[in-house]
């Protein structure tokens, strides 16, 4: 009786994975997991969740290692040390860099090689830890490799921009910028579009145009409320503040100030809404 019931059984098993389509023998619900919290992730660093961000990067690191998937790995740890570099963990988020370097080297992918460097060549602008022009002869050698991914072709004019920023080259640093706005907004990526136009108000106001810089805030601010971005808003209205105080604009700094000061404080970020105090009327 055992026996018929085990035979049923069984039979019922193979007649219903024989109605099933064919098994393409790939297993990949890992790596698919894992592909859309990196998205997740970065997402939520585009929005100043760095603490959740971390986490979640940490996690896609593991999950791509259990894979034994490089490519991922080096993504994961791409965006892993942007968000280091963002606490001021210098020396892990370099680390990280490296080890995407060197893993790329490895298994030669002359793309994710590229991408690599010029993550690693952007902080070390950033943090002072080499020049402008070096800066940009890398990114622009670099650069030609990078030629099927969008976003990475986006984030090689951001490094281009920030050079030349650094060099008060400011036509080609808005001119790279705005190629990478291009992308982003064709794209759809508004946080990133929304940072493109924080970039060329920098730019602008560093060259002393305060009214083009104060237009691109504008610019700025209109994405973050589409996307609900409040810490960019509150980063937006804090720079608007930062303009108009050094025009000698005392009172529309103020003003700006004080929007940034009340988004930081529904967000309930307390350390950043205390240090908008020390600005204003200064």
Partial sequence: MKRNILIFVTAIFIFSCSSKPKNSGDVI???AQTEKE???????????????????????????I????????IRCG???????????????????????????????????????RIYRARGMLISGNSSAQVVLDEVNREAANIKNDKLYIAFSWQVK??????????????????KSLAIHESEKYLENA??????IASIRSMSGDTQGALAA?????????????????AANWRAMGDVHRKAGNVQA??????????????????????????????
């Fill in 29 to 31: 619900h890992i790596r």
């Fill in 38 to 64: 990196l998205a997740l992730a970065n997402k939520e660093a585009g929005q100043g969740n760095f603490v959740v961000a971390q986490g979640l990067l940490e996690e896609c690191k593991r999950k791509a």
């Fill in 66 to 73: 259990l894979t034994d998937d490089w490519g991922l790995i």
């Fill in 78 to 116: 791409l965006s892993l040390g942007n968000v280091l570099f963002s606490f001021g963990h210098d020396n892990e988020a370099f680390s990280e860099w490296e080890k995407a370097v060197q893993l790329a080297q490895k298994y030669g992918n002359m793309e994710l090689l590229s991408v690599s």
């Fill in 161 to 178: 921009a920030l050079a030349y920023r650094a060099l008060g080259s400011w036509r080609e640093a808005e001119d790279a910028v705005k």
């Fill in 194 to 199: 929304s940072y493109d136009w924080y970039t």
């Fill in 217 to 233: 805030l504008e610019e700025a601010i209109k994405f973050d409320r589409r996307i609900e971005n409040s810490w960019a808003l």
């Fill in 253 to 282: 700094a103020n003003e700006a100030y004080l929007r940034a000061k009340e988004i930081y404080t529904a967000m309930k970020n307390y350390s950043d809404a205390a240090e908008i105090d020390k600005r204003m009327g200064n």
